[in-house]
């Protein structure tokens, strides 16, 4: 079995559950019920190879996070799972390649049940000091956009392809019934510079009727800016401001993402091992 980021066991994931029960970020009956689920599947079909959603997305799996990034991302989601009330499911899918099951499973950075109505938050973070001592031309206020809408595509795929996962989990009779699901994706842009901060505002100020034209293509809507905010992380202030908007569930998305899974399964070759 190959081992590396996003690729592993039904074995793993199972062990990585029971690991994660009694963390009060996820729900404990959630994860019991899940777990037995899983101990099934694995009588029925073996140690499958277990893939994670956000493997399918290649443009996610490029991204590179330093240690200070991931904290501060971090510490946005869990802010916003404390704001929403929110917790973190695994969601699942088993899908079948020439026969064979594959497990997909995707970890969205919120998830909240209200009756039978689920919400689905993906939280994104972004470094303005960072981009813009990068960028010296004139052209880094445009190219400043185009990140914005690249992180809300990104924010929109993966809830797009959680709703797919929540439904398939849903199938699986892990969770109740659903009369409605409701997508939101929270855009944070941050820096430890405030002027970095303040003219990146400006910048999307000025510009969110294109952002919001654009971002419609990406199935983002209802884009919003919120007022700046401070988090102190290593003893530095770290300044920031949000961009909230609402996502709409497009199965053409879901498709894509399934081609890159027969796609992934062909290069690494994972049903090669039928002991698995």
């Known amino acids: 079995m190959y081992n590396y980021y996003g690729v592993s066991t039904l074995d793993k994931l199972i ?3 029971y690991m994660k029960i009694d963390d009060f970020h996820y729900d404990n009956l959630y994860l019991k019920k899940l777990a037995g689920y899983l101990e099934y599947i694995k009588k029925l079909y073996g140690n499958i190879p277990t893939v ?6 290649k443009e996610f799996n490029k991204k590179e996070v330093d240690e200070v990034s991931d904290k501060i ?26 026969g064979y099951p594959i497990l997909i499973v995707g ?24 981009f813009y001592k990068k960028f010296v031309s004139n052209v880094k206020d445009y190219i400043l956009i185009i990140k914005v809408l690249e992180m809300i595509k990104m924010a929109s795929d993966q809830l ?3 709703q797919y996962l929540l439904e398939k989990t849903k199938n699986s009779h892990i969770i109740g019934e659903i009369n409605k699901t409701n997508l939101y994706g929270v855009f944070h842009l941050y820096s430890d510079s405030i002027e970095y901060l303040w003219r990146a505002r400006k910048i999307i100020e000025q510009n969110l009727n294109i952002i919001t034209k654009y971002a419609r293509k990406y199935n983002a809507y209802n884009l919003s800016l919120k007022d700046e905010g401070t988090i102190n992380i290593n003893n530095e202030n770290i300044y920031y401001f949000k961009i909230d908007f609402r996502v709409n569930y497009n199965q053409k998305i879901v ?16 049903l090669d091992n039928r002991s698995l």
């Open 255 to 270: 498709e894509t993402y399934l081609k890159n899974l027969n796609e992934l399964i062909k290069s690494l070759k994972l």
């Open 160 to 162: 797009i392809l959680y």
């Open 15 to 17: 062990e990585n559950i």
């Open 52 to 57: 994670a959603a956000t493997i399918l997305m």
């Open 73 to 98: 991302a971090r510490n946005f989601e869990r802010t916003e799972r404390s704001r929403t009330k929110s917790k973190i499911y695994y969601l699942i899918s088993i899908e079948y390649y020439n």
């Open 107 to 130: 970890e969205p950075d919120g998830l909240s049940f209200e009756d039978m109505k689920v919400k689905l938050y993906e939280i994104k973070t972004f470094n303005v000091a960072k």
